[in-house]
């Protein structure tokens, strides 16, 4: 239990008053949770969607569901994805690549990859019928929380020390087994979303090669931005999957 709270409490703002002696083996041993912990976001987030949807409709509850989310991660994970694409897009070397990463400054690579990721995201959920689109939401988080495991299991850390860590590299199998049940027993909740276990995976391994052949391995930063594009891979998929069956 005190490692769900210390997983909820780092990736959420949700108000746990609750003080935790933790040690870097919570933190490794709580990816396990991230699952569970992109449920409790999607909850939030598909109540926002609702809320909107009935007060004016479709494009309210999308920008409302999208901006839910960025207020209950504080916008973590979009500050990675704004961090890797400053860096890893600068062409530069490695080592400046790095150190771009680390710098708090926003660049132009940053700003943008925001501004489309969240555009993107309203206008791919604006896109779905409103009677699937409560579902393909509530689990959204936690399967793109999966792709995170998966980027964390099979990549290794392209620095000496920081926050990613606690997870790259320290991943093992048997937090990824556990991952990957727990997303599938979330998953009965919009049972078509199930299959996004293997396409995660495939997204998954070809974003970490992709990022390693850049700089060597994986950072936080790297793992955040998984999370964000994770989600737009994912809501792109059930826009196929609506053409298709839907």
Same mark, same amino acid.
């Given at each position: 239990?005190?490692?769900?709270?210390?997983?909820?409490?780092?990736?959420?703002?949700?108000?746990?008053?609750?003080?935790?002696?933790?040690?870097?083996?919570?933190?490794?041993?709580?990816?396990?949770?991230?699952?569970?912990?992109?449920?409790?976001?999607?909850? $939030?987030?598909?109540?926002?969607? %609702?809320?909107?949807?009935? !007060?004016?409709?479709?494009?309210?509850? &999308?920008? /409302? *569901? =999208?901006?839910?989310?960025?207020?209950?991660?504080?916008?973590?994970?979009?500050?990675?994805?704004?961090?890797?694409?400053?860096?890893?897009?600068?062409?530069?070397?490695?080592?400046?690549?790095?150190?771009?990463?680390?710098?708090?400054?926003?660049?132009?690579?940053?700003?943008?990859?925001?501004?489309?990721?969240?555009?993107?995201?309203?206008?791919?959920? $604006?896109?779905?019928?409103?009677? %699937?689109?409560?579902?393909? !939401?509530?689990?959204?988080?936690?399967? &793109?929380? /999966? *792709? =995170?495991?998966?980027?964390?299991?099979?990549?290794?850390?392209?620095?000496?020390?920081?926050?990613?860590?606690?997870?790259?590299?320290?991943?093992?199998?048997?937090?990824?087994?556990?991952?990957?049940?727990?997303?599938?027993?979330?998953?009965?909740?919009?049972?078509?979303?199930?299959?996004?276990?293997?396409?995660?995976?495939?997204?998954?391994?070809?974003?970490?090669?992709?990022?390693?052949?850049?700089?060597?391995?994986?950072?936080?930063?790297?793992?955040?931005?998984?999370?964000?594009?994770?989600?737009?891979?994912?809501?792109?998929?059930?826009?196929?999957?609506?053409?298709?069956?839907?």
């Amino acid at each position: 239990m005190k490692r769900l709270i210390l997983m909820i409490q780092f990736f959420t703002r949700i108000p746990i008053s609750v003080n935790l002696e933790v040690t870097e083996e919570d933190f490794s041993e709580g990816i396990v949770y991230f699952p569970l912990v992109g449920l409790i976001i999607g909850m $939030f987030i598909v109540s926002l969607y %609702y809320i909107g949807y009935k !007060l004016g409709g479709i494009l309210l509850g &999308s920008v /409302l *569901c =999208v901006t839910g989310e960025v207020f209950i991660t504080g916008g973590l994970h979009l500050d990675g994805l704004g961090d890797t694409f400053d860096g890893v897009y600068s062409n530069r070397p490695k080592d400046q690549i790095l150190e771009i990463m680390k710098d708090s400054r926003l660049g132009t690579n940053a700003a943008l990859a925001i501004f489309l990721t969240l555009l993107l995201k309203i206008s791919f959920i $604006f896109s779905l019928p409103v009677p %699937y689109v409560y579902g393909v !939401l509530i689990v959204m988080p936690t399967f &793109s929380k /999966l *792709c =995170v495991v998966y980027a964390a299991r099979f990549s290794t850390y392209a620095r000496k020390s920081g926050m990613g860590n606690f997870f790259i590299g320290k991943t093992n199998n048997k937090h990824l087994i556990i991952a990957i049940v727990s997303s599938i027993i979330i998953g009965l909740i919009y049972i078509k979303a199930i299959p996004f276990v293997l396409v995660g995976y495939l997204f998954s391994i070809g974003y970490v090669k992709h990022i390693t052949d850049k700089i060597g391995g994986m950072t936080g930063d790297t793992l955040g931005a998984i999370s964000e594009l994770a989600e737009i891979v994912y809501l792109f998929y059930f826009l196929i999957l609506e053409k298709v069956i839907l």
